[in-house]
């Protein structure tokens, strides 16, 4: 999982700054994939439960990090130490080395990928592609589209 940050010292995609994404790789830094997706899917839901994301603010961003840490093996004084620090601003300038090789033109959020395979974001397109490449997750136990209902 990569930030969409395009230039650390830019606004980054959907953000009038890069606060959003400078709490994410201060937290991805700290923990594994499985943390990084609930880390995420908290922070998402932090932005898309107010108008947070668009506030320039630099704590609404740390702030929904440290509540989001919760219950993960991300340190809350590490995070925070690191937000305000130059590693941050390494792993920032890190990310967006690693967003612009990958996306050196215009790019969508979500952007997903299973395996290398760019895959559309919906949830069928995905499930289907991570069942095709193998996955034995009980959602590809499913017929079709549809869970089985008994």
């Keep these: 999982m990569a930030p969409a940050v395009r230039s650390p010292s830019r606004p980054c995609i959907e953000e009038g700054n890069c606060n959003w994404e400078l709490a994410t790789v201060c937290a991805f830094n700290q923990t594994n994939t499985t943390g990084q997706v609930a880390f995420l899917a908290c922070m998402d839901e ?5 108008a947070a994301s668009m506030i320039v603010g630099t704590q609404v961003a740390l702030n929904a990090a440290k509540h989001c840490s919760v219950g993960t093996s991300i340190d809350v004084q590490q995070l925070a130490s690191c937000y305000a620090g130059p590693e941050g601003q390494g792993l920032l300038s890190e990310a967006s080395k690693v967003f612009n090789k990958q996306f050196p033109g215009p790019a969508s959020v979500p952007h997903t990928f ?13 499930k289907n592609a991570i069942c095709a490449a193998g996955s034995t997750a009980p959602a590809c136990k499913t017929l079709g589209n549809a869970a089985c209902v008994i």
């Design 114 to 126: 299973v395996g290398s395979k760019d895959v559309h974001a919906g949830y069928s397109d995905l």
């Design 46 to 50: 932090k932005a898309m439960g107010s």
